[in-house]
């Protein structure tokens, strides 16, 4: 099994920066495209950004100049490096993997933190 831990949420101001982390965690398995989701209280759950296995990154237009999604290879781990954060930014993020195991993909899902942007 594969299990998608995140971290780096909080509380920041309006302008203020965060970094998401989230971690890869298992064996037996190489991972694919990772990305970034976010739904806020009462909404879908919405596309972030996206990066593949070559690093092509895609990002929302709401986010794009504003936030940088990265991924350490050798560490399993994908980032998200937001800044300028604004109000409309609170939501859940959520971290999202597909992953290759036995020759056939996976999606997996992390459980979610919270960042809340409020003066």
């Known amino acids: 099994q594969v299990q998608l831990v995140e971290s780096g949420g909080g509380l920041v101001q309006p302008g203020g920066s965060l970094r998401l982390s989230c971690v890869a965690n298992g064996s037996g398995f190489r991972l694919s495209a990772m990305g970034w989701y976010r739904q806020a209280p009462g909404k879908q759950r919405d596309l972030v950004a996206t990066i593949t296995i070559s690093s092509t990154t895609n990002y929302a237009d709401s986010v794009k100049d504003r936030f940088t999604i990265s991924r350490e290879y050798a560490e399993n781990t994908v980032y998200l490096q937001m800044n300028s954060l604004k109000p409309e930014d609170t939501a859940v993020y959520y971290c999202?993997?597909?992953?290759?195991?036995?020759?056939?993909?996976?999606?997996?899902w992390g459980q979610g933190t919270q960042v809340t942007v409020s003066s």
């Open positions: 999202n993997a597909y992953v290759v195991r036995q020759g056939r993909y996976y999606n997996y």
